[in-house]
């Protein structure tokens, strides 16, 4: 079965500082898409990144980076010069090559940057 | 450019009610996906539509859901007899045609069931 987990339910980090969100996944898939979505308190879904799984190079977005271990099937998320807006639920996610839009995602990790 | 349009934003439904979920894509996407979020959970897919067509509904209940992206006017998602199980917030998604490319999110409907 695929999986997703977020193993730190919450988190906290100063503002300015940088902080770093783990998830794995399982799957027998080669070739997948990996997400990291942000969920602010207006409940609407945000994109931050995404990587392709056949790219070695890791996904960029501004302050938001990933570290991608395929071998390992680790997808962390480093946000960097953290700021209050920030704070929200973060959640892995992915495509493990069903049918387009079939992502499955993780319980999700909250995180509050504090002033 | 208008995002992904779901309405209500809350609904609450008695026991043995009907309810109904719309979701008016983003301009230019023609794919549809209704997700549901428990609470304290992350999002589960339920279906996914284009116009007039069911591409995979491996996610949705076997008895009282059903979906429709209709050739004209917005996707709905239909739930019949509503259990307090149902209590969720549903996700509607769009994409532009091609494969793989990143969904767009609406806000959601937080359903209550009474």
């Known amino acids: 079965a695929q999986t997703v987990t977020q193993s730190q339910p919450e988190m906290s980090v100063q503002e300015a500082e940088t902080v770093t969100l783990s998830c794995t996944y399982d799957t027998s898939e080669n070739n997948y898409y990996l997400f990291w979505y942000k969920q602010p308190p207006s409940r609407q879904m945000i994109l931050v990144i995404r990587q392709e799984a056949y790219k070695q190079q890791n996904a960029t977005e501004n302050r938001f980076s990933v570290n991608f271990q395929k071998a390992a099937k680790s997808f962390s998320l480093k946000i960097s010069d953290s700021q209050l807006g920030d704070t929200a639920m973060y959640f892995c996610a992915f495509n493990y090559g069903g049918s387009q839009g079939n992502l499955i995602f993780g319980k999700g990790t909250k995180l509050s940057v504090k002033p | 450019n208008a995002g992904v349009m779901q309405n209500p934003r809350h609904l609450v439904r008695r026991r043995g009610q009907e309810a109904r979920l719309r979701c008016s894509p983003m301009k230019g996407h023609s794919h549809v996906y209704w997700y549901r979020q428990l609470p304290e959970e992350g999002l589960k897919f339920m279906v996914y539509?284009?116009?007039?067509?069911?591409?995979?509904e491996s996610g949705m209940p076997k008895e009282r859901f059903s979906a429709e992206f209709p050739k004209e006017g917005p996707s709905i998602l239909r739930i019949q007899q509503v259990v307090r199980g149902d209590s969720a917030a549903y996700f509607c998604?769009?994409?532009?045609?091609?494969?793989?490319?990143?969904?767009?999110f609406g806000n959601g409907t937080r359903l209550t069931v009474t």
């Open positions: 998604a769009s994409s532009p045609p091609g494969d793989y490319s990143p969904l767009h």
């Open positions: 539509l284009q116009k007039e067509n069911i591409i995979d």
